[in-house]
T-cell receptor, first 113, second 116 residues
Framework: DAKTTQPPSMDCAEGRAANLPCNHSTISGNEYVYWYRQIHSQGPQYIIHGLKNNETNEMASLIITEDRKSSTLILPHATLRDTAVYYCIVRVEALWNTDKLIFGTGTRLQVFP | NAGVTQTPKFRILKIGQSMTLQCTQDMNHNYMYWYRQDPGMGLKLIYYSVGAGITDKGEVPNGYNVSRSTTEDFPLRLELAAPSQTSVYFC???????????????FGPGTRLTVT
């Protein structure tokens, strides 16, 4: 299973962009990169996913390098409510075409005023 | 839609007791999952189901059992509880249609279980 590496923690000032890096050097050609976040002790929340092109939605942008060995999640204007643990996950397809999400320990993002 | 609901929110078990963690989703999702999260760690997949009557093991299935008799419900059974099963348990669901679109997993609020 492809593994991901993330820094354990990062800080960001409110209103600034938060750039969260992820290394996934063993990713296979057809494996997607997912980002989820977990606020306090709640259930994880889906943010965004991508294969090889950059992606943007209402929550964030995802930049994937051309060799696909790393990616960056960008929260363009971080708020205090974005304080959470962010998980970068490489999708592993399990039996019957479902997903087996391999969660690492993630990056704890602290947004400060 | 309530999404994914889990009961109970908290539970304390004695060693050797058994219990069932309940999970229900009202989004008509075909896939459902059970994860556990130990303190300071990421989530680990226990079991998953791709539809009524079909389940399979995840990374850490030992000590647990599941069943899926309806689309909505996916209970997780703990037999002979052990201190190593002290954790927060999350249920999730997702949908895949015939087009094979990418799955997004929706998580419940979790059940915090302590075994002493």
């Amino acid at each position: 299973d492809a593994k991901t590496t993330q820094p354990p923690s990062m800080d960001c000032a409110e209103g600034r962009a938060a750039n969260l890096p992820c290394n996934h050097s063993t990713i296979s050609g057809n494996e997607y990169v997912y980002w989820y976040r977990q606020i306090h002790s709640q259930g994880p929340q889906y943010i965004i996913h991508g294969l090889k092109n950059n992606e943007t939605n209402e929550m964030a942008s995802l930049i994937i390098t051309e060799d696909r060995k790393s990616s960056t999640l960008i929260l363009p204007h971080a708020t205090l409510r974005d304080t959470a643990v962010y998980y970068c996950i490489v999708r592993v397809e399990a039996l019957w075409n479902t997903d087996k999400l391999i969660f690492g320990t993630g990056t704890r993002l602290q947004v400060f005023p | 839609n309530a999404g994914v609901t889990q009961t109970p929110k908290f539970r304390i078990l004695k060693i050797g007791q058994s219990m069932t963690l309940q999970c229900t989703q009202d989004m008509n999702h075909n896939y459902m999952y059970w994860y556990r999260q130990d303190p300071g760690m990421g989530l680990k997949l226990i079991y998953y189901s791709v539809g009524a009557g079909i389940t399979d093991k995840g990374e850490v299935p030992n000590g647990y059992n599941v069943s899926r008799s309806t689309t909505e419900d996916f209970p997780l059974r703990l037999e002979l509880a052990a201190p190593s099963q002290t954790s927060v348990y999350f249920c999730a669901s997702s949908y895949r249609g015939l087009a094979g679109e990418i799955l997004v997993q929706y998580f419940g609020p979790g059940t915090r279980l302590t075994v002493t």
